[in-house]
């Protein structure tokens, strides 16, 4: 089984609910942090190397030097 996410306004997302129940799916509302959470991890595994680096190196890039 699939699963689509759909990021719409208040009343659009009432209607694509009602939608969606009517055509026999299951609807789960995500508040926007979770939504966020969702497409930070979709970024992240998209950029994976696989790659180690040194906790230095990092805290050296952070800091700007």
């Known amino acids: 089984m699939g699963a689509i996410i759909v990021k719409a306004d208040k009343k659009s997302s009432k ?3 009602e939608l ?5 799916g299951s609807v789960i509302n995500l508040e926007d942090n979770q939504y966020e ?3 930070l991890g979709k970024a992240m595994e998209a950029v994976k190397t696989g790659e180690l680096v040194d906790r230095n ?3 050296q890039k952070l800091s700007g030097k």
């Open 37 to 39: 959470e969702i497409a």
């Open 15 to 17: 209607l694509l609910s």
């Open 57 to 59: 190196v990092i805290v």
């Open 20 to 24: 969606a129940r009517r055509l026999g």
